[in-house]
């Protein structure tokens, strides 16, 4: 298992960075107050316990902040040349992508795993299914892992953190709301590869408590796609970016 | 064995390497010299598969780092021109992330790490945060990383930049103990680094090799060196040196200020040449401002090789 690991090796470094510097605290626990806020506004003081409408304002969460986890995961390294010492290891490119990425995944699983604090309230004054919260989560969940791969493609083009993590936001934004902008063109091809693409689209069916599978394959895809991408985007810049000779 | 095979590589309309072929063949160090910007470390990025070449091909123990990354580099250390450290890992952890990186078995990696952290004299240092580090050890500890694994190649960039005057006495002492049995490439703007510590010396400008000697032919030429700064015109100035007794070369060397021309002249030992110049100069009314005896082989080669 020698490739396993060290697709380990660079999970365990990227996921302590996290916890050594303040990025990791900061994005569980703005996600934390934020999501609690959230859930004060849409269960508690209207006393509803609607663990999946909940669920799906929490996306709103999730498009701003994971550009936070992400911009550091490739910028970082090309800001601070320490990608000299991964490129120049025998590790293929695919191993490190996927440890960053999985780092990533889990400080934002663990980020998701907190919001139970509100599943565990609705339990305690009200009904919570387990058929509901298991795809209720599920959904959830692959639609972060999506935004988490897209914005680790997007950042990897610049090696400063601040653009990055804008073009991130925009990169979610926009993909969110392409059945939005699908309702605007003409009907036909465009309007039907806009609403297949959208992040939304794919996740409404979780909202309405509907195992999709065609969904499940769509983010897994979404997520191989994007983290393929993010592979040939390294690997065109050994080709194209300067030295300071 | 590296074998760098016709190498160029382009930046857009910039051309940092043209065609440049090397060896360093099994157990041997070879010193990279040159000025900033000749090409050194786009050349050992591309040695160490960093960086892709627009041409040509390198070989590490025969393998291309680009076609077959895991069998290349699992042989090459590398310390690049800014040691590759993150700053929120001790020293410790950090080497141990290294060692796992580069396919040391976990067992071995706590005695594997003891030797490497005695060797670099890192020993006091190892719990320290690497962002804590003053410049000489970052540097030791980003020599201490390309010695992770043991590898018979290591690509050195630079290795003594910016360190006091006792750091650069051990870091060579340092490389000189390594270099037995490993295949070492460094660049260095030391002349005198690279006398002691190379078997071979690559000199490197604008792009192109223009010398690749073993280090004990270096200055065998038995010509003296005159390196002067004249006030006047370039051309003038060179055509009438040309005509001295005993000239063997005359060049104008690079990064003289506005109206001066700095000069290296190569002379038979017996010429004189002090007092040719002398005579010459004052008869064309151009004042020597700084005129000086270059009594270092590989300064004189140096110095000729950049201004052909």
């Known amino acids: 298992m020698e490739g396993g690991f060290k697709v380990t090796t660079v999970f365990k470094r990227e996921f302590m960075a996290y916890f050594r510097t303040p990025i990791g605290y900061v994005f569980i626990g703005v996600f934390t107050a934020l999501s609690g806020l959230l859930f004060y506004l849409n269960n508690l003081s209207t006393l509803s316990g609607e663990l999946l409408i ?192 | 064995m590296i074998e760098v095979q016709g190498v160029s590589k382009r930046y857009g309309g910039v051309e940092a390497l043209r065609n440049v072929s090397l060896t360093v063949p099994n157990g041997k160090t070879l010193g990279l010299l040159g000025q900033n910007g000749a090409g050194k470390t786009t050349l050992l990025n591309i040695i160490t598969g960093y960086l892709a070449p627009t041409a040509g091909r390198v070989l590490i123990d025969g393998y291309d780092p680009l076609l077959e990354p895991e069998n290349a580099k699992r042989e090459l250390g590398y310390l690049p021109e800014h040691p590759p450290l993150y700053d929120e890992m001790t020293v410790e952890e950090y080497l141990r992330f290294v060692s796992a990186l580069k396919l040391v078995q976990g067992k071995a990696i706590p005695a594997h790490l003891r030797e490497i952290i005695r060797k670099t004299g890192l020993t006091e240092m190892q719990e320290r945060l690497l962002g804590h580090l003053s410049k000489g050890y970052r540097q030791r500890v980003g020599l201490a990383q390309a010695l992770c694994g043991d590898p018979d190649v290591l690509v050195l960039d630079e290795p003594t930049v910016g360190l006091d005057p006792k750091q650069i006495t051990e870091i060579r002492a340092l490389i000189r103990r ?131």
């Open chain 2, 178 to 308: 390594l270099s037995a049995g490993k295949t070492i490439i460094f660049s260095s703007h030391n002349l005198s680094e690279v006398r002691q510590l190379c078997d071979r010396v690559v000199i490197l400008h604008r792009g192109e090799v223009k010398l690749d000697v073993p280090i004990g032919e270096v200055g065998q030429s038995g010509a003296v060196t005159l390196l002067c700064t004249v006030q006047g015109s370039e051309k003038r100035l060179v055509a009438a040196m040309s005509h001295l007794d005993g000239v063997r070369s005359v060049s104008a060397l690079p990064g003289a200020q506005e109206d001066e021309v700095a000069l290296s002249l190569s002379f038979d030992p017996a010429a004189l040449p002090e007092k040719q110049v002398f005579t010459l100069c004052s008869a064309m009314s151009t004042p020597i401002l700084r005129m000086a005896r270059c009594d270092d082989d590989l300064e004189q080669v140096f110095l000729k090789a950049i201004s052909e």
């Open chain 1, 54 to 245: 909940f669920l799906s304002q929490l996306t709103l969460l999730v498009m701003l902040l994971t550009p936070v986890l992400t911009m550091r995961l490739l910028c970082e390294e090309r800001q601070r040349r320490t990608d000299q010492l991964l490129l120049t290891s025998p590790l293929s490119l695919w191993k490190i992508v996927l440890g960053k990425y999985l780092a990533a995944a889990a400080v934002m699983g663990i980020a998701i795993v907190l919001t139970n604090v509100c599943t565990a309230i609705i339990a305690l004054y009200g009904t919570v299914y387990p058929g509901e919260w298991f795809v209720g989560y599920l959904g959830f969940a692959l639609q972060s892992l999506a935004f988490l791969a897209l914005d680790m493609f997007v950042t990897g083009f610049t090696k400063n953190q601040v653009p990055a993590a804008i073009a991130a936001f925009a990169a979610n934004f926009l993909l969110w709301m392409l059945d939005l902008l699908a309702d605007k063109v003409p009907a036909g091809f465009p309007a039907d590869a806009l609403n297949f693409i959208s992040l939304y689209g794919r996740y409404e069916p979780f909202i309405l408590g509907q195992l999709s599978f065609a969904s499940v394959l769509y983010f897994i895809t979404f997520i191989a796609v994007c983290l393929t991408a993010s592979v040939r985007v390294m690997d065109a810049r050994r080709f194209s970016q300067g030295g300071s000779a």
